[in-house]
Nanobody, 115 residues
Framework: QVQVVESGGGLAQPGGSLRLSCVAS????????MGWYRQAPGKQRELVAT???????NYADSVKGRFTISRANANDTMYLQMNNLKPEDTAVYFC?????????WGQGTQVTVSS
């Protein structure tokens, strides 16, 4: 069983920055892909960014150039550096961990961007 713990959400002003963290722990496992997703009120959950075990990153068009995804600590930790935040970035952000044979989700962390 793998536990996924997120942190770093909060309130930021437009143009500000936040860094989200996701840590996976538990029994022995290998992580193939980690990713960030978000869900705004009344909207479907959408992909924000993913990163593979080889370090290959993918971003939604809406966050390219503003957000950076990275991994550390033998790939069990993932970060999302969010810069130049916009009100439309307001959402609950979820961490997803892809392993074999199961996938795991974090509990979600609220990001609010408002003046």
């Amino acid at each position: 069983q793998v536990q996924v713990v997120e942190s770093g959400g909060g309130l930021a002003q437009p143009g500000g920055s936040l860094r989200l963290s996701c840590v996976a722990s538990g029994s022995s496992f290998s992580i193939y892909i980690m990713g960030w997703y978000r869900q705004a009120p009344g909207k479907q959950r959408e992909l924000v960014a993913t990163i593979t075990d080889a370090g290959s990153a993918n971003y939604a068009d809406s966050v390219k150039g503003r957000f950076t995804i990275s991994r550390a600590n033998a790939n069990d930790t993932m970060y999302l550096q969010m810069n130049n935040l916009k009100p439309e970035d307001t959402a609950v952000y979820f961490c997803k961990v892809v392993t074999h044979p199961a996938d795991y989700w974090g509990q979600g962390t609220q990001v609010t961007v408002s003046s």
